[in-house]
C-alpha cells in the first residue's frame, strides 16, 4: 500500500489524519462526511493534485496554504469562512467551496489560472460576485444565493 495515489473516504472515522504519511505518493484525498475535524497535519504531507473535502468540521484550512500544486480544491458544506489560506494557490483550476459561511472573497482575486469556481450558498452579496467577475474574467462562477431562514 506504500503506492497509494488516491485516497477516498465516505461516512467513516478518521483517528488521525497523521497516518497519510505512510503514502508518499497520494496526488489525490477525497474525504465526505468523515469524522475529522482537524486538517492541521496535511500541512506536513506530500503537495496534492486533487483535495476534496465534503460535509467535514473544519474551519481551519491553513495546512493548505503551501500545497501549491493543487489543480482541483473542492471544501463544500464545511464551515469555512477564510480563504487567506489559499490565496498563493495560482495552480488552481477549479476550486469549489460551496454552502460555507464565506463573506470575504478577495483572497480569490489572484487565482487566474481558475476555470471553474463554485460559491452556491455563501452569504455573498451581488457587488462582491461582480468584482470577483471583474478580477477573475476568463472563470466560469457558479453562484446561487443562501435560501433565507423562514421566521
Known amino acids: 500500500m506504500k503506492y ?40 506536513h504531507c506530500n503537495d496534492f ?15 493548505l496554504e503551501n500545497k501549491t500544486r493543487l489543480k482541483a480544491l ?7 469562512s477564510d480563504l487567506s489560506p489559499i490565496q498563493h494557490l495560482v495552480q488552481l483550476e477549479i476550486l469549489d467551496l460551496s454552502h460555507n459561511e464565506i463573506s470575504e472573497i478577495s483572497p480569490l482575486f489572484n487565482l487566474k489560472n481558475l476555470s471553474q469556481l463554485k460559491l452556491s450558498g ?6 462582491q460576485l461582480r468584482q470577483l467577475r471583474k478580477n477573475l474574467p476568463n472563470c466560469t462562477l457558479i453562484f446561487e444565493a443562501k435560501p433565507a431562514r423562514k421566521k
Open 4 to 43: 497509494l495515489d488516491t485516497l477516498s473516504k465516505y461516512n467513516t472515522i478518521i483517528d488521525s489524519i497523521q497516518k497519510l504519511a505512510k503514502f508518499p505518493t497520494l496526488n489525490a484525498l477525497y474525504l465526505c462526511q468523515a469524522w475529522v475535524h482537524d486538517i492541521s497535519y496535511l500541512g
Open 49 to 63: 493534485d486533487v483535495i476534496q473535502f465534503n460535509s467535514l468540521s473544519i474551519s481551519d484550512i491553513s495546512a
Open 74 to 80: 473542492g471544501i463544500v458544506h464545511c464551515k469555512l
Open 122 to 127: 455563501n452569504p455573498l452579496k451581488p457587488t
